[in-house]
């Protein structure tokens, strides 16, 4: 039995090594034939090609090598192996491109399997030196394979494996020079991803550099700006940030201007000081009738770009042009409540620096000119503050106005407020004159009566804010576009405020207000007869029956 075995055994291993033989020898048939064919016809393609694949038919491509294997010992044994394959067919692939040198398919395997050895190399072994051959490979490639973008973007992608930083950013020019316009698209995306590098790794290009190359690109596709911008603010580059942003919403064609607009009013609130190259106060100006549904906090970042900067005066002008500019009231209500955490996060400040003042006279630091003016800043503070919530209804009645100022009710409305805010200043000035008997400083009664009259608009300043305010109502509503009130009755308000005077002269204005009113087209013919009876009624009061005799005659 054991010869048996024995006699088979040794019978399939001499099959083996005749089945083996077998192939080499159709290996070699083939081999031979197509070096027949070469020495014949060395410009056919075809046979170069075939000929390339017999001898990788043995070997295990080395496409998508990572040198996974466990063992570092069978990866070494592996890289030679392949090293030992591929050295058999170096002389192969530069005989080809020898008599077939505008190959682009000889090229590109050639490039891609000397490409593929050498990172296995440098990351097995570190070995950096296979770079510097396969680099004067990619150089000779490009000589006949220039206008070819794949060529270009795999010799970009292993220099910048190669960290040749420099290098790589002037191969991508050479590129863009050499290669068509219609084919810059493919080099510009991975040439911007370049510079742009990796940040979690540390791997960044001064912002200057990553700047150049997208204004470049930018030349190319105008569409590409935002991604500039998005690069200047995460690299802090917030000058060239904004005037680029300057720039997007200038242009007509962006679709997203509004949200670059945003991000422009961020820019500024926020690092406004470190701009330089654009004056983005007056930028904000102009986009604010361009965007007048943001106003509100374009006023805002205008206000916090000065407060930045240490300027409270330009900070509280900014707040206070919205508040009389806005014309809608979600921007009111934004810019007031911005400016009312303004006064008080500044009234706080002063009060601080006066106690931090207290405790060092305390401790034995006399300083009563620095004392008095600390409490002076703080008095200052706290009446700009009292004036700003003072004057909220008549600002809020204005916005309501600068929509429609043909609305007879949001008249009617800013005269209560004003009746109301003399009422109470009368009410302050009596309290304080009762204080002031009783004072026998009379500088400080000066000062008390100067403080009490508070500034909440443009009326107050008139000898009578209600008078003035009728009169700025009845000169602006036209008859035909009120929304909503009686026209008629505010004329007729504006008589009876005069009257309540009592006084000759003011009953002479009421009269001329009524025969003003007498003469407005109304929009209804019941408002004109309701006009001239109370003028009528005027005259019949004073028992003028002649005056009152003429009126009625006018009337029919």
């Known amino acids: 039995m054991s010869i048996y075995y024995q006699s088979k ?14 192939q080499s020898l159709i290996h070699n048939v083939q081999v031979s034939d197509l070096k027949g064919a070469l020495s014949r016809n060395p410009h056919n393609i075809k046979s170069w090609w075939s000929y390339i694949q017999l001898l990788q038919t043995d070997e295990q491509s080395m496409e998508n090598w990572g040198g996974t294997s466990s ?68 150089e000779r490639a490009l ?46 995306k991975q040439y911007c991803t370049f510079v742009k590098g ?37 690299s802090e580059h917030h000058d060239e940030a904004a005037r680029q942003l300057t720039l997007l919403v200038d242009d007509s064609q962006v679709r997203s201007a509004r949200e670059l607009w945003s991000t422009l009013r961020d820019l500024a609130a926020k690092h406004g000081d470190e701009v330089t190259s654009v004056d983005l106060e007056n930028v904000l100006r102009t986009g604010i009738t361009r965007f007048p549904e943001d106003a509100g906090e374009t006023w805002c970042s205008i206000a916090e770009m000065h407060t930045r900067n240490g300027n409270f005066a330009g900070a509280r002008d900014a707040y206070d042009e919205g508040i009389e500019t806005v014309s809608m009231i979600r921007s009111f209500g934004v810019v007031y409540d911005r400016y009312a955490r303004f006064e008080e996060a500044l009234t706080k400040a002063k009060v601080r620096v006066m106690e ?9 630091n006399h300083d009563t000119a620095e004392q008095a003016e600390a409490e002076r800043d703080v008095d ?105 009130g009686s026209l008629v009755q505010l004329w ?20 001329n207000i009524m025969q003003q009113a007498s003469q407005v087209l109304f929009a209804r013919r019941s408002e004109c007869a309701k006009a001239r009876c109370t003028w009528a009624e005027m005259r019949l009061e004073r028992e003028d029956f002649d005056g009152t005799f003429k009126i009625e005659k006018m009337k029919i």
């Not at 608009?457 to 009169?471: F, I, L, N, S």
Request: hydrophobic share 35%; with cysteine.
């Open 198 to 234: 990796n940040k979690e790794k540390g791997l960044r290009l001064p912002a200057f550099i990553v700047a150049n190359v997208y204004h470049r690109y930018c030349q190319f596709d105008t569409t590409k700006r935002e991604e500039l911008v998005h690069y200047l603010l995460d």
């Open 9 to 22: 055994f040794s019978f399939i291993v001499c099959g083996r090594q005749k089945k083996m033989s077998h």
């Open 143 to 188: 000589q006949y394979m220039h206008k070819y973008p794949r060529i270009w973007s795999d010799y970009c992608t292993l220099l910048a494996h190669q960290h040749l930083v420099t290098r790589t950013r002037k191969t991508f020019d050479r590129a863009l020079q050499a290669l068509p316009v219609t084919q810059h698209a493919k080099v510009w």
């Open 492 to 511: 007729m308000d504006y008589a009876t405020h005069h009257l309540s005077q009592k006084s000759i002269h003011d009953f002479e204005v009421a009269e």
């Open 356 to 364: 931090a003042i207290a405790e060092q006279e305390e401790g034995g």
């Open 71 to 138: 063992n570092q010992t069978d990866v070494n044994n592996l890289l030679k192996a392949r090293g030992k394959g591929l050295a058999n067919r170096i002389p192969i692939y530069e005989c080809a491109l020898q008599h077939l040198p505008g190959s682009y398919k000889l090229w590109f395997a050639y490039l891609s399997e000397l490409s593929t050895h050498a990172k296995a190399c440098a990351e097995v072994n570190g070995d950096l030196s296979v770079f510097k051959t396969v680099n004067q490979v990619y």
């Open 380 to 484: 200052l503070c706290m009446e700009r503050l009292d004036a700003l919530l003072s004057r909220r209804a008549l600002s809020l009645n204005a916005v309501k106005l600068r929509q429609d100022e043909h609305d007879v009710d949001a008249w009617n409305e800013r005269v209560t407020i004003l009746k109301n805010h003399m009422k109470q200043q009368s009410n302050n000035g009596n309290e304080s004159n009762e204080n002031n008997e009783n004072n026998e400083n009379e500088a400080d009664m000066q000062e008390d009566e100067s403080n009490d009259s508070v500034m909440i608009g443009r009326e107050t300043m008139e000898e009578d804010p209600v008078a003035t305010c009728y009169q700025n109502a009845v000169s602006t509503v036209l008859p035909h576009k009120v929304t909503s």
